[in-house]
C-alpha cells in the first residue's frame, strides 16, 4: 500500500479508460475516450461504481480529519514536503491506489493460505516473490481489468483449492462478466473444467445450473447499470468489446510487438524467476516421468492459467505489458514449484537432514534483490509526472476564466488523471507529433472513431493555457513552441528530473544502484532530462 503511490502509472489506458471516467462520476469533469462513446460503448460503468463509493468514503473522511490528520496519514502513502496541504482530489486518488493495493495484499494472503495446505515451503516462497517483484509492484495498485482479474484469480484458485466450488463459481462470474474484460474468464477455464470432470453428472448440473443463474443474475445488474450510464440505453459492452477485438485489425490500430517484447517485460518485471515460471509445465512432466508427480490441484491452479494465457495472448500482434497482470501471481507460484523441484533433481537429494530441505529458497534471493532494485530505478526515474502534477493540484482557484487549462503536447499520455488538477481546470491538447485520437472532455462536443483517426475538435489554442506541462529534452520540445516568441510571458513554476532513457547505459537504465549510480551521473553514462511547469504570467489565482 505504501508503494502503491511511488509507483509511476505507466499506461495511458489506465488514466483515461478508467480514473477519467471515476474523476467525471465524482467530480463531474474527466477526460472521455472513444471506447465511453455510446456508439460504441466498450467499457461497462459497473466497473467504476465500486471505486466511486470507495471515494465517497475517502471524501467524507476528508471533511473529519484535521490538515495535520491527513498530512500524518499521506505520509505513509507519498512523498511531499507539506502533506497537509493536499486537496481533496489528490487526496481521494491516493487513498483510491492504496485502496487497490490493499485488496490485492488480502487477496495474496487468501491464495497463500489455501497454498500453503498443499506446501508450506512453495507458498512462502510463493509470497516472497509476489512481495519483492517488480510486477506485483506495477500491477498491485493499477486500476486496471487486468489487475482486477489477478485479484479474482486469486481467490478463485485459493477457493478451488480449498474445493470450495460455489465460492469459485462466484467469484469466476464477477470476474468474467463486471469487470469489462470478458477475457480474463481464460485464467479460470483449467479450474473450472477440473472442477467438471472430478463431480458426478447430477452434480454436474447442479453446477452448471449455479453458473447459469449466477451469470443472468450479475449480468442484469451490469446491464441495468449501463443503462443509467449510457443514456437510457441496452447494451453490453462485455459483448462489444468481444465483438470489437475479433474483428481483423481491431486492436492493431494501437501497436504491434513481436513475441519477445512478454519475455523482456517479464524479465524485466521478475527477473530470472520469470524463466523458472515458463519452464514449470516441462519439468511437471519431467518429474511424473521419474516417478515424482506434481500435486494436480497445484498444477490446474497454476500451470494451466498461466500456459492457457500465454497461448492466447502471445501470438495476438497488439502487446501490452498490463495483459500479464492476470497470470503474474501464477508464474510467481509456478517459480516457486520449479524451484522446489529443481532442487530436489540436483542439491537436495544429498542433505537428509529435513530441516534443510528448504534451503531451495535461498536461490530466490538473488532474484528478489535484482527485483527491489528495479523497482527503486522505476520510483527514482519515472515518477517525474507524479511530483509535477502534483504541484498543479495544489494551486488554487481561478480568479479569472480567461485560461482555465493545464495543456501538454506528446506528453499527453503521461498524464495522471484529473484528480491532480487545480479546480475548475481541465486537461488541453496542443498539436504535436502525435496523430492519432485523443480524448476529450465529458459532455463536450466532438465526434469520436474507432479507426485511431486523429480528431482535430481536440486542440486549444495556447492562450487557452493556464499551464503547460512538458518534458524538455533539450532539442526544441514541442511545447515550449508555442511559447517561444511571448516567452516573456511564461513562469516556470516547478521541474522535477525524468531518466532520459536514450542516454543512459543498459545497466542504470534497468537497475538503481546506489552509490554507482551517482558516480555514473557525474561521468555522464547517467543523464536526466527536466519534467516542466509554465505558468501563464498574466492568470490570475485566488
Known amino acids: 500500500m505504501a508503494c502503491a503511490n511511488r509507483m509511476p502509472i505507466t499506461d495511458c489506458d489506465e488514466v483515461f479508460n478508467y480514473w477519467e471516467p471515476l474523476h467525471y462520476r465524482i ?16 467499457r461497462t460503468y459497473a466497473y467504476i461504481l465500486p471505486m466511486k463509493l ?3 468514503a475517502y471524501q467524507l473522511l476528508f471533511e473529519l480529519l484535521s490538515p495535520h490528520a491527513r498530512g500524518y496519514l499521506l505520509s505513509f502513502l507519498i512523498d511531499s ?9 489528490m487526496w481521494t486518488f491516493c487513498c483510491l491506489r492504496a485502496t487497490l493495493a490493499g485488496i490485492t495484499a488480502c487477496c495474496e494472503l487468501t491464495f497463500l493460505a489455501a497454498l500453503e495446505r498443499y506446501n508450506k515451503t512453495v507458498a512462502l516462497a510463493t509470497g516472497i516473490v509476489l512481495l519483492t517483484s517488480t510486477g506485483m509492484a506495477h500491477a498491485s495498485g493499477a486500476y486496471l481489468p487486468s489487475s482486477t482479474i489477478m485479484c479474482f484469480w486469486l481467490v478463485c484458485a485459493a477457493a478451488y483449492l480449498r474445493s470450495n466450488v460455489r465460492a469459485f463459481i462466484g467469484t469466476a462470474v464477477v470476474a468474467t462478466l463486471a469487470v469489462g474484460w470478458p477475457f480474463g474468464v481464460i485464467v479460470f477455464v483449467p ?3 477440473h472442477i467438471l470432470i472430478r463431480c458426478t453428472t447430477l452434480q454436474m448440473v447442479k453446477i452448471l445450473s449455479w453458473t447459469a443463474l449466477w451469470a443472468v443474475v450479475v449480468q442484469a445488474i451490469v446491464m441495468v447499470i449501463d443503462y443509467n450510464h449510457y443514456d437510457g440505453k441496452w447494451l453490453s459492452p462485455t459483448a462489444n468489446i468481444l465483438l470489437y477485438n475479433t474483428k481483423q485489425g481491431g486492436d492493431e490500430l494501437y501497436g504491434v510487438e513481436p513475441a519477445s517484447y512478454y519475455l523482456k517485460n517479464l524479465l524485466l518485471n521478475f527477473s530470472y524467476t520469470s524463466l523458472l515460471g515458463l519452464v514449470s509445465l ?4 519431467i518429474m511424473r516421468f521419474v516417478g515424482k508427480p506434481w500435486q494436480v490441484p497445484l498444477v490446474v491452479s497454476c500451470v494451466g492459467p498461466l500456459y492457457l494465457w500465454l497461448s492466447v495472448v502471445v501470438p495476438r500482434p497488439h502487446k501490452e505489458e498490463r495483459f500479464l497482470f492476470a497470470i503474474y501471481p501464477s508464474l510467481a507460484a509456478c517459480a516457486a514449484m520449479t524451484c522446489e523441484q529443481l532442487w530436489i533433481l540436483t542439491f537436495g537429494r544429498f542433505v537428509k537432514k529435513e530441516k ?5 529458497i535461498l536461490l530466490l534471493v538473488p532474484a528478489c534483490i535484482m527485483s527491489i532494485s528495479r523497482t527503486m530505478a522505476l520510483r527514482k526515474y519515472y515518477t517525474a ?3 509535477v502534477y502534483s504541484t498543479l493540484a495544489q494551486q488554487p482557484q481561478l480568479a479569472t476564466k480567461d485560461a482555465s487549462m493545464v495543456c501538454t503536447c506528446g506528453e499527453w499520455h503521461r498524464f495522471p488523471s484529473s484528480f491532480y488538477l487545480p479546480p475548475n481546470f481541465q486537461l488541453g491538447f496542443l498539436p504535436s507529433s502525435f496523430t492519432g485520437q485523443l480524448p476529450k472532455a465529458f459532455g463536450s462536443n466532438g465526434a469520436f472513431n474507432d479507426k485511431n483517426k486523429e480528431e482535430k475538435d481536440r486542440y486549444v489554442s495556447v492562450e487557452h493555457c493556464a499551464f503547460l506541462v512538458e518534458l524538455d529534452q533539450g532539442d526544441d520540445p514541442e511545447c515550449l513552441r508555442y511559447i517561444h516568441e511571448n516567452k516573456q510571458n511564461w513562469n516556470k513554476i516547478a521541474q522535477v528530473s ?16 546506489p552509490g554507482l549510480h551517482e558516480k555514473a551521473v557525474s561521468n555522464g553514462s547517467v543523464q536526466y532530462n527536466d519534467y516542466v511547469v509554465y505558468k501563464q504570467v498574466k492568470i490570475d489565482l485566488q
Do not use: C
Not at 516441462?282 to 512432466?285: F, N, R, V
Not at 525524468?498 to 544502484?513: C, G, P, V
Open 356 to 360: 534443510f530441505q528448504s534451503l531451495w
Open 385 to 387: 509526472p507524479l511530483s
Open 27 to 42: 467530480f463531474g469533469s474527466g477526460m472521455q475516450t472513444w471506447e465511453y462513446a455510446p456508439q460504441y460503448a466498450l
Open 191 to 193: 479450474m473450472g473444467l
Open 54 to 56: 470507495f471515494a465517497t
Open 81 to 89: 514536503t507539506d502533506n497537509t496541504t493536499v486537496p481533496v482530489r
Open 498 to 513: 525524468y531518466l532520459d532513457a536514450a542516454k543512459t547505459s543498459m545497466l542504470h537504465r534497468i537497475l538503481y544502484l
Open 282 to 285: 516441462p519439468l511437471a512432466s
